[in-house]
């Protein structure tokens, strides 16, 4: 029993000298909580509509009205006018707005004829969430503009179109942006984690510690290639994937050369970010005791599997600086909507900003001592 207990209090020791290891093994699992607690389920808001207004009349702007009170009381979508059909559809495709509203010609004569008026509502149906909370506000909407009585004394019947944009998209295509960057981000923590500390701690690095290359040259050949190793695996996911869940054309050249460029900013991004991460730490157990935990943090914020509108505003804080999120929303834009590459101009350039901001802080805090 004393040589059991020896070899107790030795472990029990060194996982008291590691502070790290103690403060994630509780926070983990509340970090869990709140991120998987708050990630799905919520009511979306704050989406984006364009009106196109054909008619001007008295009853285009009552429904106009109705749009404002929904804006200030359930926030589900804001609404912004537009002057034509064409630029909202256009900002629609490029992910500018979720849903376009066109009220007709006559709309407001129709009305107060009783001649059962019609107005469309145009969705971004490659998010179902999103397209489905439109739908059930604008036809909640529907009931007091058909209570109301017109002037023959009847009700207007107002009816509501809904137009998708896109052909169905099932829900393992909504997956597979997520999928794509989940694949990556596992290459980046085993290339620029586990990889990296296990070297340290074997002592592989003495080798690097003696020749004349730089701290940036050290670090930018470590970053390559991990990053080379996260894009094989993202690409696998990109080509293999896109089979396996029935994008049409899966195998196009000009939207797989479009995805790549995506997958190696993104592998260059996450492999940075780990990098940065574990530049000071040389335990090889915490890199091991971190990554559930950015994993929790990092992927459910990022619109991955329920969208971004549907967070509290501190987790939307969390999302608007993780790169994931922006990762996520260029592959959707890529794979579900084979867009071109203006709408992922900007994912690109905050991928490309936050790997040459991560990189520089590695260097440095990367010590070329043991």
Known sequence: MHRIW??????????????????????????????????????????NIGVVDHDHGMQAVKLQEMFSAVQANAKTFHAISYADEATAIRDLRQGRLQGAVNIPPEYSRKVLAGAAPNFALIVDNTDQFS?????????QMLVPLNTAPTM?????????????????????QFLLPGSIVLAIFVSAMIGGGIIYIDDKARGLHEGYLVTPISKFELIMGFNLAGAMKAVIAGFVLVTAGSVIAGIPDPLNAVRLAKMLLLVIVTALALISMMFLLMVRVSDPLVPRAIFGVLNTVLFFPS????????????????????????????????ILKNTAMGAVSFDLLYLITFTAIVMAAATLLFKRTL
Request: charge should be neutral; glycine fraction near 6%; avoid cysteine.
């Open 6 to 47: 020896a070899i107790m209090e030795r472990d029990l020791r060194r996982f008291r000298r590691s502070p790290t290891l103690v403060i994630i093994s509780m926070v983990m699992p509340l970090t869990q909580l709140i991120i998987l607690g708050y990630a799905f389920g919520g009511n979306i808001q704050n989406l």
């Open 152 to 172: 023959h004394g009847l009700p207007p019947q107002i009816t509501l179109s809904i137009v998708e944009v896109y052909p169905y998209v099932p829900y393992i």
């Open 303 to 334: 619109g991955a599997v329920y969208p971004t509108a549907a967070f509290p505003t501190w987790m939307r804080w969390i999302s608007l600086v993780d790169p994931f999120t922006y990762a996520v929303h260029g592959f959707k834009e890529l």
């Open 131 to 139: 397209s489905s909370a439109l739908e059930a506000s604008f036809t």
